[in-house]
């Protein structure tokens, strides 16, 4: 098995391969965008200075696509937010809606039919882009619907008498418009409905047969993310405008382990922007790749970066559906630990236990879920850093239910540290981290220093629901190794 790691800090574009056993592949390209949006989107503006908002980012998109077909891209996917910006109301992003034809009722190319309907500019230039480019080109806007207006008090109508959806749009190299994707979950977007019934959308390509789409938050669901890979759809479509959340969901990081632990191609475009306001902070957006269980093309900007977009290029195997990864053996059983305490990740309080030691063996449990980790801490010169293995079982946020063995460098040598936000790190380690989920939904990341993504060495999962991940030679200091499990069947309890 071949590995190769190509790094370039300047930009930190990271290309870590394993080679696969696969006869074809076909080019995908992905891109990072620095949205141009108003100053203040919450204010209402007219059609036309919507549109001329919209062009500007319409006219990069041109670029980055006249860019991918230089280098052989048949795919390209933008991301989530990226043509209209974010943060609107319902009111203010009216302007901006077009209403999108469902091209599993009706066949049409708006770059050769563009009067067939009015206020489609936006779908007439994106057509026009994949035809011209000669490419699949995956963009997201805004999607207007209308409904019946019902005395029934539970329709999911709203009172204005139409939807207004966060909608994934695909296009084939001619310009067909092939795909419409509503998003199903979303995360405080209030100038979006929820589409009232569930999509589970496909299409089907000449060059690697058939694609999944989700958009952002969907990928932490059951619904439709987890529906598509079980209906054997293998390579998924991820526009994002994700907002990093250290240690456990930065946006590579679980990019990757998603990948990796659904055995699955994630074409993933993220956002790039700084400082995005929320109600108990603020957060940075960045961290885009292309991703298969044995193979990871990604970028993700550095504190203090500038906010610059980018295009990233990779040859991309069709997957093998039959693809599984290699096993390891491990000795049975649990040892004594040191005293645990409680420190909050995000929103939530892990139970910890803190690694005294340079080499050795420790558990910790939340409850009735417990973790294991053996281990062996490389530690580079006189740099004192503290590490801890924590456990977490419940309501993440109260939103989702999951289940998480984390081993990971606290933000300072205070315990209550464990959890913080952390960057860098020097001390490497050998290491085997296991846990019994109660999900075959386990996501497996190692993050190293400044954002660089490393590929569990082995993976094993056991028919009693444990998962043990080992990992060793790293190439940078750790700054977390999780096992991510996602309960979906008790979202809903």
């Given at each position: 098995?071949?590995?190769?790691?190509?790094?370039?800090?300047?930009?930190?574009?990271?290309?870590?391969?394993?080679?696969?056993?696969?006869?074809?592949?076909?080019?995908?390209?992905?891109?990072?965008?620095?949205?141009?949006?108003?100053?203040?989107?919450?204010?209402?503006?007219?059609?036309?200075?919507?549109?001329?908002?919209?062009?500007?980012?319409?006219?990069?998109?041109?670029?980055?696509?006249?860019?991918?077909?230089k280098q052989g891209v048949q795919i390209l996917v933008f991301?989530?937010?990226?043509?209209?910006?974010?943060?609107?109301?319902?009111?203010?992003?009216?302007?901006?809606?077009?209403?999108?034809?469902?091209?599993?009722?009706?066949?049409?190319?708006?770059?050769?039919?563009?009067?067939?309907?009015?206020?489609?500019?936006?779908?007439?230039?994106?057509?026009?882009?994949?035809?011209?480019?000669?490419?699949?080109?995956?963009?997201?806007?805004?999607?207007?619907?209308?409904?019946?207006?019902?005395?029934?008090?539970?329709?999911?109508?709203?009172?204005?008498?139409?939807?207004?959806?966060?909608?994934?749009?695909?296009?084939?190299?001619?310009?067909?418009?092939?795909?419409?994707?509503?998003?199903q979950n979303l995360y405080f977007e209030?100038?979006?409905?929820?589409?009232?019934?569930?999509?589970?959308?496909?299409?089907?390509?000449?060059?690697?047969?058939?694609?999944?789409?989700?958009?952002?938050?969907?990928?932490?669901?059951?619904?439709?993310?987890?529906?598509?890979?079980?209906?054997?759809?293998?390579?998924?479509?991820?526009?994002?405008?994700?907002?990093?959340?250290?240690?456990?969901?930065?946006?590579?990081?679980?990019?990757?382990?998603?990948?990796?632990?659904?055995?699955?191609?994630?074409?993933?475009?993220?956002?790039?922007?700084?400082?995005?306001?929320?109600?108990?902070?603020?957060?940075?957006?960045?961290?885009?790749?292309?991703?298969?269980?044995?193979?990871?093309?990604?970028?993700?900007a550095q504190k203090g970066d500038p906010e610059e977009s980018m295009l990233l290029v990779a040859r991309v195997p069709v997957l093998d559906p039959l693809w599984a990864g290699q096993s390891v053996d491990t000795e049975e059983g649990l040892v004594g630990a040191p005293e645990t305490f409680n420190s909050s990740v995000t929103y939530d309080p892990l139970t910890f236990v803190p690694l005294m030691e340079t080499e050795g063996e420790v558990n910790v449990c939340n409850g009735t879920f417990c973790c294991k980790l053996q281990y062996r801490r490389i530690q580079q010169g006189d740099s004192k850093e503290l590490y801890a293995l924590g456990a977490f079982s419940g309501k993440y946020h109260g939103m989702y239910f999951i289940q998480v063995c984390a081993l990971l460098r606290c933000a300072g040598l205070d315990p209550s540290s464990c959890g913080q936000k952390v960057q860098e790190a020097e001390s490497k380690f050998d290491f085997v981290l296991e846990g019994r989920f109660g999900s075959r939904y386990v996501y497996p990341s190692v993050l190293a220093s400044k954002f660089v993504l490393e590929q569990p060495k082995q993976l094993e999962t056991a028919p009693d629901g444990t998962v043990t991940m080992t990992h060793s030679n790293m190439t940078d200091g750790l700054v977390t190794a999780c096992l991510y499990g996602r309960m979906y069947h008790l979202d809903n309890e």
């Open positions: 098995m071949l590995l190769t790691i190509v790094i370039s800090f300047s930009f930190l574009i990271v290309v870590v391969q394993m080679e696969p056993n696969v006869d074809s592949s076909y080019v995908a390209a992905v891109y990072e965008h620095t949205v141009i949006q108003t100053d203040d989107p919450r204010i209402p503006v007219s059609r036309s200075d919507a549109l001329r908002n919209m062009q500007k980012n319409l006219d990069i998109y041109e670029v980055q696509a006249a860019k991918a077909t991301p989530e937010d990226g043509i209209q910006g974010f943060n609107f109301s319902r009111l203010s992003i009216f302007n901006y809606l077009e209403t999108i034809p469902d091209p599993q009722e009706e066949s049409w190319n708006p770059c050769t039919e563009p009067g067939k309907y009015n206020n489609t500019e936006v779908l007439q230039r994106l057509s026009c882009m994949a035809r011209h480019y000669n490419l699949y080109l995956v963009a997201n806007m805004a999607d207007l619907q209308p409904c019946p207006l019902k005395t029934d008090p539970s329709s999911s109508c709203p009172p204005d008498g139409h939807w207004q959806f966060n909608t994934n749009v695909v296009f084939s190299s001619d310009g067909l418009l092939v795909a419409r994707y509503h998003k209030e100038s979006f409905d929820k589409p009232p019934q569930p999509e589970i959308i496909t299409f089907d390509t000449p060059f690697a047969g058939r694609f999944g789409l989700i958009t952002c938050f969907d990928i932490l669901f059951y619904k439709p993310t987890i529906e598509l890979v079980e209906k054997g759809v293998h390579q998924l479509i991820f526009p994002t405008g994700w907002l990093n959340s250290l240690p456990l969901l930065d946006s590579v990081q679980f990019q990757s382990a998603f990948s990796l632990g659904a055995k699955v191609t994630l074409l993933a475009a993220n956002l790039r922007k700084e400082n995005v306001p929320l109600t108990h902070g603020y957060k940075t957006m960045t961290g885009s790749g292309i991703y298969t269980p044995y193979s990871a093309t990604y970028h993700h």
